[in-house]
């Protein structure tokens, strides 16, 4: 039987780390533990997100993503992105949010964590 399909965004590898919000880390660790459980992917977006994280941050999202793949940003997400804005779904300012559910919906996968 398949895994269920996960794409992940920044915002949930950094609350592995995010001692500021202990409730919210405390979750994010739990789902981590049963992350084996599903086929994890990362973005493009999510890619470049970590790489603008400070160093220490980057090298631990880093290292608990490494095995994940990695979906493309293509002219259909894009297309689907541009959509969604035009629609008023979402607004301009959050394209890379547009982009984090056009890649989930253009590659088929199940689940989409922010």
């Known amino acids: 039987m398949r895994r269920p399909s ?18 919210r880390q405390t979750l994010t ?6 992350i084996q459980d599903y086929d994890a992917y ?9 790489e603008a994280a400070s160093e220490t ?4 999202m880093t290292q608990v ?5 990695i979906l493309r940003i293509t002219e259909e997400v894009e297309s ?3 959509e969604y804005i035009k629609q008023g779904v ?9 982009l ?3 890649v989930a919906t253009v590659n088929g996968i199940k689940y989409l964590l922010s």
Request: glycine share 0%.
């Open 6 to 23: 996960v794409h992940l965004d920044t915002s949930v590898i950094s609350a592995l780390f995010d001692e500021r919000t202990p409730e």
């Open 29 to 34: 660790e739990e789902f981590w533990e049963k």
């Open 42 to 50: 990362l973005s493009e977006i999510t890619e470049k997100e970590m």
């Open 57 to 60: 941050l980057r090298e631990k």
């Open 65 to 69: 993503t490494k095995d994940f793949r």
């Open 80 to 82: 689907l992105a541009d």
């Open 90 to 98: 979402f607004p301009e300012r959050y394209r890379n949010d547009a």
């Open 100 to 102: 984090h559910v056009s």
